[in-house]
């Protein structure tokens, strides 16, 4: 899937979001405030971070999909991943405030009308109209490996439990008669928010520290080395993720009696075997040494035998 492609499914999913998510939004907060549902109005306070989060996605996405200057040679990818790490923040506040609100309400001494059953329509289409959303943007977002995408569709299927937990809790409000339930509820959905976003904080921090969450891949590089006949002991190899892409560095060892062009065309066949096994490489760099060499430093990187420490 080349850039531009790529860019046009997530702007689609983006707009998807905010339109879907403006409405879900304001039908929940009418029908909130008609209820008296405080659940509900939290409810739709989160969609209306989510239209937030949908106009994140599509501008970050625009500055991600421009090319390499001299003031970025690796390219704009990190900016999705920094619109995912903001996202996290938005996210958290949005919690915070709906358990501020709600502990205000529990400590403040007034009678609690029990919601109508507006309440409970409003809960209905929440749930349909965030699977929707979900499914679409995870599909997207699997499809583009946008993980500012695949972090916004896990946060659209938590708001699915959430809309779910809300329909229970009026549930049991109605029939026991206790509004109070609805208020406690409240406050357990602010905690269920401020997870999710300090999840996807967690998750953006690895890739800005230029960590990798599947060490796998560091098998199939070595794996492909070792399909290369006369290169020896890959180590200082170092696997970082712009955006969606891998940027590979290794150093190699060669037979010291070949000539320069011969490494090169090791190095070459190596940087071939690695593209060929691994998707989405951005940049393979190879450094030739000859073989038996030692320079300091070396604790840099991975070699194969770190993957399997006696």
């Not at 996202?87 to 529990?106: C, E, M, N, Y």
């Not at 549930?171 to 959905?189: E, R, Y």
Request: aromatic residues 6%.
């Amino acid at each position: 899937m080349d850039s531009k492609e790529r860019l046009h499914l997530i702007n689609r999913a983006s707009w998807a979001g905010i339109m879907g998510n403006a409405l879900l939004s304001g039908t929940k907060l009418v029908l909130g405030f008609l209820s008296g549902s405080l659940a509900v109005i939290g409810d739709g306070v989160d969609s209306a971070t989510d239209i937030l989060t949908s106009i994140i996605t599509l501008v970050s996405a625009r500055i991600a999909a421009k090319p390499p200057d001299a003031q970025h040679p690796y390219g704009h990818g990190r900016a999705e991943t920094i619109a995912t790490k903001v996202l996290s923040f938005v996210i958290v506040f949005a919690g915070f405030q709906l358990a501020v609100t709600t502990i205000k309400q529990l400590i403040i001494k007034q009678s609690m009308a029990i919601p109508t059953s507006l309440a409970l329509i409003a809960t209905g289409i929440s749930v349909i109209g965030k699977i929707l959303l979900a499914l679409y943007k995870g599909r997207i977002g699997r499809l583009t490996q946008s993980n500012m995408l695949i972090a916004d569709a896990k946060n659209m299927r938590n708001d699915i439990l959430i809309s779910f937990s809300v329909l229970i809790g009026l549930f049991f409000t109605f029939i026991l008669g206790l509004p109070i339930l609805d208020k406690i509820l409240a406050l357990f959905l602010s905690v269920i928010i401020v997870k999710v976003g300090f999840e996807i904080f967690i998750e953006t921090s690895e890739e800005l520290m230029d960590g990798i969450s599947d060490p796998e891949i560091y098998k199939i590089v070595f794996d492909a080395v070792k399909k290369i006949q006369g290169v020896n002991n890959p180590h200082k190899t170092r696997i970082r993720k712009v955006n969606n892409l891998y940027v590979v560095e290794m150093d190699i060892e060669v037979d010291p009696q070949l000539s320069v062009a011969e490494g090169h065309q090791l190095a070459s066949e190596v940087e071939k075997s690695i593209r060929h096994s691994v998707e989405n490489i951005y940049d393979v760099l190879i450094h030739v040494e000859p073989e038996g060499i030692h320079h300091s430093r070396e604790e840099f990187g991975l070699k194969e035998s770190d993957l399997n420490p006696q």
